[in-house]
C-alpha cells in the first residue's frame, strides 16, 4: 500500500504569486517548498485511486486509463481544475465519485465528456473499489464537502479537507474507527478570530488530539503558515508534520499500534 500526498498547498499554492514573504521567496529558490493544489493518490495491488484533481498536469500525470477512479472532496477550482482538459479526450471513461453538488463547477457537469459523474455519494456511505473500502465522511466548508476514510490492507487513512473543524458525527466517526494516518487541513496560522472555511493551526492540533490517530499529516497549507513556521520551526508535538508534496505513507511498519 502506497499513499502519495501529490500537492500539500492552499488555493493560490506557494509561491502565491506576486508575493516576496519569506516563505514564498524560499519556495521560489528551493523547488521542494512548493506547494500544489491539495491532492493525494492511494495506490494498492494494482488499484490507483486519486483524491482530488487540482492539479494543472493531471492528465499528464495520470494517462488514460491509469486510474481505477477519483474521489472528489468538492467542487472548488483548486481541487478539480485538471479535469477541465481532460474531459474532452478519448478512450476509457473516469468515474468521479464526490458530493452532491448541483452547481458543481463552471459546465463541467454539462459538458462532462469522459468523466462519470453518476456516481455521488452521501455522507456516511461506504464505496468498495477492489479490495479498498472508502466511507464518505462530511466535512464543514462554503460548499457541499467529503472526507474520505480508506481502509485498506489493514491500514486506516483519514483524509479531511477542505474543512474548518467538523461536524459532531464525523468527529464521532474517527473517534471510534481512529485512524493510522489523518490528513487534515490546516490553512492558517494560528488565529484568536474564527475562520470561516478552514483550519488554523490552533483548530487542527486541537483535532488531533481529540481522534489521536498514529499521525497527522497538516495540509491545504498557505503561505502564511509556512511562513509562520519558519518563525516557530519547533511548533509541532510528536506525531503531526507539515506535509510536503510528494510525501509518502507506506502502510503499518511492525511495532505500530
Ligand atoms: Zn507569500
Ligand atoms: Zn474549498
Ligand atoms: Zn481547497
Not at 28 to 57: M, N, V
Not at 61 to 81: C, E, I, K, N
Not at 149 to 169: H, M, Q
Amino acid at each position: 500500500m502506497k499513499f502519495t500526498l501529490l500537492g500539500s498547498g492552499a488555493v493560490g499554492g506557494v509561491p502565491l504569486y506576486g508575493c516576496d514573504c519569506p516563505a514564498c521567496q524560499r519556495a521560489r529558490t528551493f523547488k521542494d517548498h512548493i506547494r500544489r493544489p491539495a491532492s493525494a493518490l492511494l495506490e494498492y495491488a494494482g488499484t490507483r485511486i486519486a483524491l482530488d484533481a487540482g492539479l494543472a498536469d493531471f492528465g499528464q500525470r495520470f494517462p488514460s486509463g491509469s486510474l481505477d477512479a477519483l474521489l472528489l472532496t468538492h467542487y472548488h477550482m483548486d481541487h478539480v481544475a485538471g479535469l477541465f482538459e481532460i474531459r474532452w479526450g478519448k478512450g476509457a471513461s473516469l468515474a468521479v465519485h464526490g458530493p452532491v453538488d448541483d452547481k458543481g463547477c463552471d459546465d463541467l457537469h454539462t459538458h462532462h465528456g469522459i468523466l462519470d459523474f453518476s456516481s455521488t455519494l452521501e455522507p456516511f456511505q461506504c464505496l468498495v473499489i477492489n479490495d479498498i473500502r472508502i466511507t464518505a465522511l462530511p466535512l464543514i466548508h462554503s460548499r457541499p464537502t467529503l472526507g474520505y476514510f480508506l481502509e485498506v490492507d489493514g491500514a486506516r487513512i483519514a483524509y479531511l479537507t477542505d474543512t474548518v473543524n467538523l461536524p459532531a458525527t464525523t468527529l464521532a466517526f474517527l473517534q471510534s474507527h481512529r485512524p493510522d494516518l489523518m490528513v487534515l487541513d490546516c490553512s492558517h496560522p494560528p488565529s484568536d478570530t474564527p475562520r470561516r472555511n478552514h483550519n488554523d493551526l490552533n483548530l487542527a492540533l486541537q483535532l488531533h488530539k481529540s481522534i489521536a490517530p498514529l499521525e497527522t499529516w497538516l495540509t491545504h497549507i498557505s503561505h502564511d503558515l509556512d511562513a509562520w513556521f519558519m518563525a516557530h520551526p519547533n511548533a509541532l508535538p510528536l506525531g503531526v508534520l507539515l506535509a510536503h508534496d510528494g510525501q509518502i505513507w507506506h502502510g503499518l511498519m511492525p511495532g505500530d499500534q
